[in-house]
């Protein structure tokens, strides 16, 4: 793949810390359980649009980086986000073709393993989480993918991101 | 992920990748800052004289029982001396503002402003006004982790003050409630009770409230009472915290 020129990286730097930013932005106590796993989503996109990247890096690095800032074990969310980014960069021929609303639902898969890899750790280390509502954000970041890829790809387009 | 809850190997790395992560967690404060900043600018005359009569009554009390608690410690001291036991009886204190930071919903973590750069450690006691709030879990170069004594995890070594009973009180991950596990069930503890820190384990220096035992229920088929106590700082609503460094560390001789 040397053959290809990359260009525009500094756009996925810059969406990436987006969603760190509104990952990490604050909200009134009850919100908090719908806010969307935004570095999932645009991690998703970044895997489906540009998969001759070396995808799987951002994903790992990401993951650490979210470990960093969410003070969770180190390699939690990187394991998730390289397992996810695999799945995604096997089937992506086929998942670009779904319309938005299918897409959706392959989000709301993705983050629903993503939440139960996050629930793995969770129960081992005590704490209860006991609600249906934990569930939650898998629902919102499939709600909030449309947008996401719209709004990336039309940036993507402006910048022309290869 | 081995390697990070077994060794100490990944403390520097994550140290440096918080401090690269410092734009962000600045941004996402940014907001509830602006409106900090709003709202006390846009506050009424009369609400601000209200305030001022509110505070002034209550440092003329404070300062009453100050005075007292000056008289009260010199004499302390002084028996101490003659005990020959020499206990440091001032912390040196530092604030901390409070980081808006979303971190982990889960875990009963905050972020604050200060960190390693202004010598704060882990392990080193967090308190408000009121008692305390936690202890510092990790640190990096401006801000640091606050773990809070309701997280699951989080045990504090505590003293009954009326009876000097010592106890562990464990988080539940309910802001509002502390458990002590293994109370004996002829122990003497009632509702009200206050619990102090007991100074015990090193890490919390002695004699800063904690709790308040709440519900005390013996239950004969159970070999330990089951007693809950209610958090004395109001562990959702600080802003501002005491990092304390204590000098009790060395040749604490109680």
Known sequence: ?162 | MGLDQNTMLLVQPRAYINCALYPVRQLADLPARVSNTVRTELRGRSSLKKELNLLKARMLLESARWQRIEALEAENLRLRALLNSSLQVEDRVSIAELTRVALDPYKHLVTVNRGSLDGVFPQQPVLDAQGVIGQVYRVSLQDAEVILISDPGHAIPVQVNRTGMRALAFGTGNLNRLELPFIPNNADIREGDLLVTSGLGGGFPAGYPVAQVDSVSNDPGRSFALVTAQPTASLDRFREVLLVWTNARKGDAL
């Not at chain 1, 086929?94 to 993503?114: A, E, M, N, P």
């Not at chain 1, 139960?116 to 934990?134: A, P």
């Open chain 1, 1 to 162: 793949m040397n053959g290809i020129k990359f260009h525009g990286g500094w756009v996925i730097f810059l969406s990436l810390f987006c969603a760190f930013w509104l990952q990490a932005l604050p909200l009134p106590a009850g919100l908090d359980l719908f806010r969307p796993q935004w570095p999932l989503l645009v991690l998703f996109y970044w895997t489906l649009a540009l998969p001759h990247r070396p995808v799987l890096l951002y994903a790992w690095l990401t993951g650490i980086f979210q470990d960093a800032l969410q003070s969770s074990i180190f390699g939690l969310h990187a394991l998730s986000y390289v397992l996810i980014g695999f799945l995604i960069l096997r089937l992506y021929q086929r998942l670009r073709f779904l319309s938005l609303l299918y897409q959706s639902g392959v989000v709301f898969v993705c983050v629903l393993f993503h939440l139960f890899i996050l629930l793995w750790s969770y129960r081992l280390n005590d704490y209860s989480v006991n609600s249906l509502m934990y569930w939650l954000a898998a629902l919102t970041s499939s709600i909030a993918w449309p947008m996401v890829y719209l709004l990336l790809r039309t940036v993507k387009n402006r910048v022309n991101v290869v």
